[in-house]
């Protein structure tokens, strides 16, 4: 029996034509495929849409109401092409994350998903029919709805791929594929055939929004092969899979980018121990997810410390970092919303002396000035102004050749 997600991204559902349009190429799967099931995100813009409201509202809603606000997008996009299904002649039935039984945490705006039940999907693709599940949302133990955080439909269909053993999960979306940096930045960035789990985890852990890495954390925990395509014309995507299956392999596979985040320096910390311990757990307590960080040499016993947040939760960082700041006896809080984290990605580089000093050299030639940089086997990121991203992507694709 052959079992195959298929995740449409929001442009992909913009609006009815579309949905239509997704309709038919469902029906066409269906021909193929025994079970078909379908995770759609909110169409278009809704969920921007929605979050501008709130921010009409409140600096910091509550997060419990944001997620019953955002979860309500994806169940319009679904009911809407279980109907364009049953149109064709197709039985489809829409169910939500709470219907499905996909169980997060409590960890309201950007929850992690506990347990798929899935009972009911299963029961409803031996009768025939195309399940189609609303993305990004799921709900606590307590009854309580979630949503998965910013681009989690990803990992709504992954996930779900997994817990139903699927053949491969299809993430069909507005670009061909995955590339070696954003199209929309580099014009003649290449669509990759092929790309590890782990370089693919890397590029959306540094801001290449095409998958949310959490989906490809589900995809390598479960071998769940990913087949990332446009949901404008038949041809082939990319195909994310384990490394060792990968035919070609590249020194530097992508360049990315990340606009998103914020630069936040506590100046002048007493230096003694204990007390980056208490900056991060109280963030940590606080459900924000801290990226980079750097603590400057210590000069007069006292000491900066830099890290790189989420810009969506800089109000929150706002007020921790300012309390632990002022209870420690720190000089004050900086935030910087200017930046942009740019980052290269291969597997290669760990064979490869000198890529890190290939990108800065390549970086400081057009005399751009580096602030952060961090590393990983496989990846070197550093922060920039944000001025200078779209122009640090474009330099370091040409210097590394990837476009051939
Ligand atoms: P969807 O609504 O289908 O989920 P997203 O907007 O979340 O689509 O993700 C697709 C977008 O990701 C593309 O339009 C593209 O601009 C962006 N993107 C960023 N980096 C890359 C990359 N390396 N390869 C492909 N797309 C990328
Ligand atoms: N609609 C949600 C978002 O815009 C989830 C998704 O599209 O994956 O982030
Ligand atoms: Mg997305």
């Avoid at 078909?36 to 849409?49: E, P």
């Avoid at 709900?139 to 979630?146: D, L, P």
């Avoid at 693919?200 to 479960?222: I, K, P």
């Avoid at 960080?293 to 960082?317: C, G, H, M, P, Y």
Wanted: proline share 2%; charged share 25%; with cysteine.
């Amino acid at each position: 029996m052959s079992l195959v997600v298929q995740k449409f991204g929001g442009t992909s559902v913009g609006d009815v034509d579309k949905i239509k349009n997704v309709a038919r190429r469902v029906v066409e799967s269906k021909k193929r495929i025994d079970h078909v099931v379908v995770v759609v995100s909110a169409l278009g813009d809704t969920t921007d849409n929605l979050v501008g409201l709130a921010a009409q509202i409140s600096k910091t809603p509550p997060e419990r109401e944001m997620d019953m606000l955002l979860s309500t997008g994806e169940q319009v996009s679904m009911a809407l092409l279980a109907m364009a299904l049953d149109e064709l002649g197709q039985d489809a039935i829409s169910m939500t994350g709470q219907q499905v039984e996909i169980l997060t945490d409590t960890g309201h705006t950007k929850a992690k998903i506990r347990h798929i039940g899935a009972d009911r999907v299963v029961q409803e693709l031996r009768k025939g029919r195309v399940v189609i599940v609303a993305g990004f949302q799921g709900v606590t133990s307590e009854g309580e709805i979630t949503t998965l955080g910013r681009g989690g439909s990803d990992t709504t269909a992954v996930a779900l791929a997994a817990a139903l053993h699927a053949d491969c999960c299809e993430i069909y979306t507005d670009v061909d594929g995955v590339f070696t940096a954003d199209p929309r930045v580099v014009p003649q960035a290449r669509k990759l055939d092929e790309v590890s789990y782990m370089e693919m985890l890397e590029m959306a852990a540094t801001g290449a929004r095409v998958l949310q890495s959490r989906s490809v954390e589900y995809g390598r925990n479960y071998s769940v092969p990913l087949h990332v395509r446009s949901s404008f014309h038949e041809g082939e995507g990319t195909w994310v899979k384990s490394e060792d299956d990968i035919m070609e392999k590249a020194i530097i596979s992508a360049v990315t980018h990340d606009f998103s985040e914020s630069k936040v320096t506590v100046v002048g910390v007493p230096d003694r121990p204990g007390i980056a311990a208490r900056l991060f757990g109280a963030l940590a307590e606080a459900n924000v997810n801290v990226d980079m960080i750097i603590q400057n040499v210590s000069e007069r016993a006292r000491t900066d410390i830099s890290f790189t947040v989420a810009t969506d939760d800089l109000e929150k960082v706002r007020k921790v970092a300012g309390d632990i700041s002022e209870a420690v006896g720190a000089e004050g809080v900086n935030l910087d919303d200017d930046v942009a984290k740019i980052s290269l990605i291969g597997a290669g580089m760990r064979s490869h002396p000198g890529i890190a000093a290939g990108m800065f050299q390549t970086l400081a030639d057009k005399d751009i000035n580096i602030e952060m940089i961090s590393t990983s086997p496989i990846k070197i990121s550093c922060v920039v102004r944000r001025s200078d991203g779209a122009r640090a992507v474009q330099t370091l694709h040409d210097y590394f050749n990837l476009s051939e």
